[in-house]
């Protein structure tokens, strides 16, 4: 392949391009659906509310009944029964009589208002008058006084009037979040269809590298990418598969890639893809597969390969080679796997939020490849990111920017993006912002 480094707009079209589109759908429980994509339209099966019901605690009435009550002339109603949340049925509400109600019963026929229980006092058998406004518990009173009037329809929920049956609650291609769970249950739907969680294997290389917590020998090094791109593959949305710690040979990163062809569909490997003499990886990838590129104009991560790999049952397993050094592992995830493994989960939307921002600090990079520089941002007394008068946010860089300082990574709440003209930007200079959590905040 051209040793001439591609640039990031046309690496990221190539992989995307080499998916055809999400995966196979599948039926999953409703409650199991958190995080994956609806496959197909989700309809209501039931009416949200399915019955009139009560929107407070009080007491379902006529509105004409009480048309002229007043905290100066209260109006008695009888109490003539209750109606409580899971009540298949309560008394009627006729000419002067009212009927106590809990939040979300039923409303009892006859009732066309609601009168919250603090605009009434409860009045026992003997006609003498409880405390104003307790909570509508205890023994049922004989009648109720009402203090105020209310109009038709107050403090009632109407049939239908959130979601109608067959209306549509979760449009294919919307991500099941937790409200979407909660609506698609709440009218009726014990299973949605969804696009099947891609599963991606992991696979950490080098001589030099052991389990977290191994003993160390000299020049050893804990395995921090292994962990760390399993991490990036679940929270991605994708179900993580561990390769374990492949050493510098080809048999033996061979040996693994296959493991992983033969039930993932993506395999991300850490280190082995540079030009050293022990980079076996690329080797690994050109016999299983095919490189599409390799190399590619960012900084960190500047050796990126990627390409693909056919499976027995002719699935095309998607093969991305990642740097070895940490930081610039998860840059080079995030450029590239992470919007790849959406992709593939049907997901829209595949890039995180994008801001702008104002540098406080210089920084400098390589002529000619876009920078990550893992960014801070300035906030106020609220946690809110500080910005300045034309809304872009202030940022500075988290710790050191070597491709080896995790601590950095860590405390980076986002990505500034330098592009590949100059060697530096300067403080006050604007640049994209890629915030890395989904809230930009």
Request: aromatic share 4%.
């Amino acid at each position: 392949m051209s040793g001439q480094l591609m640039l990031l707009g046309e690496a990221r079209e190539r992989v995307l391009a080499a998916i055809a589109g999400p995966l196979s759908p599948e039926r999953v429980a409703t409650a199991d659906a958190l995080g994956r994509v609806a496959a197909e339209d989700v309809v209501a099966q039931v009416a949200l509310p399915p019955f009139d019901n009560s929107a407070m605690d009080g007491y379902a009435i006529r509105a004409a009944d009480v048309a002229g009550a007043s905290e100066e002339a209260p109006v008695s109603l009888r109490v003539v029964g209750e109606s409580k949340a899971g009540d298949r049925g309560s008394s009627d509400v006729t000419a002067g009589a009212a009927v106590r109600i809990a939040t979300g019963a039923p409303l009892p026929p006859g009732a066309d208002a609601v009168v919250p229980v603090e605009q009434t006092t409860p009045v026992d058998a003997d006609g003498r008058a409880g405390s104003r406004g307790r909570d509508a518990t205890g023994p049922l009173p004989a009648a109720c006084l009402v203090h105020v009037s209310v109009p038709v329809g107050a403090s009632i929920r109407r049939k239908a009037e959130d979601v109608g049956v067959g209306s549509l609650v979760v449009a294919a291609g919307r991500a099941m979040t937790p409200s979407a769970i909660a609506l698609a249950a709440g009218s009726g739907n014990a299973e949605v269809v969804v696009h099947r969680r891609p599963r991606v294997a992991v696979l950490a290389t080098g001589d030099e590298i052991e389990p977290p917590g191994a003993p160390l020998g000299p020049g050893s090094l804990p395995d921090a990418n292994g962990p760390g791109l399993r991490a990036l593959v679940a929270d991605a949305g994708a179900e993580a598969v561990d390769l374990g710690i492949a050493r510098d040979r080809l048999e033996d990163v061979r040996e693994r890639l296959l493991s992983g062809i033969a039930g993932a569909d993506a395999i991300v490997v850490s280190g082995g893809v540079s030009v050293g003499p022990y980079d076996v990886v690329k080797l690994a990838f050109d016999e299983l597969g095919r490189i599409d590129l390799w190399r590619v104009a960012v900084q960190p991560g500047k050796p990126f390969a990627f390409g693909s790999a056919a499976a027995s049952d002719g699935r095309t397993v998607l093969l991305f080679g990642l740097p070895g050094n940490p930081v610039s592992s998860f840059v080079t995830f995030e450029l590239f796997v992470r919007p790849a493994i959406r992709r593939l989960a049907g997901h829209g939307r595949l890039w995180r939020p994008v801001d702008r921002a104002i540098m406080t600090e210089a920084v400098h990079k390589s002529e000619g490849r876009r920078a990550f520089i893992r960014v801070v941002a300035e906030r106020d007394d609220d946690g809110r990111p500080r910005r300045d008068d034309q809304g872009r946010v202030r940022v500075g860089r988290a710790g050191g920017q070597g491709s080896h300082v995790l601590s950095g990574l860590v405390a980076a709440e986002a990505l500034a993006v330098i592009p590949e003209e100059g060697d530096r930007a300067d403080a006050g200079d604007e640049v994209e912002l890629w915030w890395l959590a989904d809230s930009g905040a």
